[in-house]
T-cell receptor, first 109, second 116 residues
Framework: GQNIDQPTEMTATEGAIVQINCTYQ??????LFWYQQHAGEAPTFLSY????GLEEKGRFSSFLSRSKGYSYLLLKELQMKDSASYLC??????????FGRGTQLTVWP | EAGVAQSPRYKIIEKRQSVAFWCNPI?????LYWYQQILGQGPKLLIQ????????DSQLPKDRFSAERLKGVDSTLKIQPAKLEDSAVYLC??????????????FGPGTRLTVL
């Protein structure tokens, strides 16, 4: 089974930096995805980590530590449009994606 | 490139009625997924198809839910009879290869089901 833990809510102001943490316990682990989901919309792919370390993609970066069962998503230069739910999703060796409950990020002007 | 298409976008039914959802994946994607997302939770996998075969349906409530992908392209998910707790958004996703190979899943807009 899977046990995925991420904060329920976070708030930040425009232009700031925010880090969303995710810890997981999986019976088989192949990598970790982060998805963004705006209210009433489908999840959209943000990043994927398979090796330890930091993957940078513009304003968004994602970090993975396989030994610690830990990942974070780093959002820089926050904009109002970044207000959304951010889903941590470990990928299992069985080929299944498991989603956490999501972290609802609110960006204030 | 067209994305994953789903219909209907919204559906309201009474409990014990039946309902069906349709999904058309991205062209060329072999793997198709159906997820259930209850309000305030992350998506939960119901069933995964590789072409027209079922790879994983371990979390599908088979007494009331069924799904098929007969020609390895479109898929339908059916609920019969519906219960109040089935109220959720039903998301369809597709990926190029899937099943044991890591590749990105792309989601459709979802069908929001309300059971009264």
């Amino acid at each position: 089974g899977q046990n995925i833990d991420q904060p329920t809510e976070m708030t930040a102001t425009e232009g700031a930096i925010v880090q969303i943490n995710c810890t997981y316990q999986t019976s088989g682990f192949n990598g970790l995805f982060w998805y963004q989901q705006h209210a009433g919309e489908a999840p959209t792919f943000l990043s994927y980590n398979v090796l330890d370390g930091l993957e940078e993609k513009g304003r968004f970066s994602s970090f993975l530590s396989r030994s610690k069962g830990y990942s974070y998503l780093l959002l820089k230069e926050l904009q109002m449009k970044d207000s959304a739910s951010y889903l941590c999703a470990p990928w299992s060796t069985l080929g299944r994606l498991y989603f956490g409950r999501g972290t609802q990020l609110t960006v204030w002007p | 490139e067209a994305g994953v298409a789903q219909s209907p976008r919204y559906k309201i039914i009474e409990k014990r009625q039946s309902v069906a959802f349709w999904c058309n994946p991205i062209s060329g994607h072999a793997t198709l997924y159906w997820y259930q997302q209850i309000l305030g939770q992350g998506p939960k996998l119901l069933i995964q198809f590789q072409n027209n075969g079922v790879v994983d349906d371990s979390q599908l409530p088979k007494d009331r839910f069924s799904a098929e992908r007969l020609k390895g392209v479109d898929s339908t998910l059916k609920i019969q009879p519906a219960k109040l707790e089935d109220s959720a958004v039903y998301l369809c996703a597709s990926s190029l290869v899937g099943s044991g190979s890591t590749d990105t899943q792309y989601f459709g807009p979802g069908t929001r089901l309300t059971v009264l």
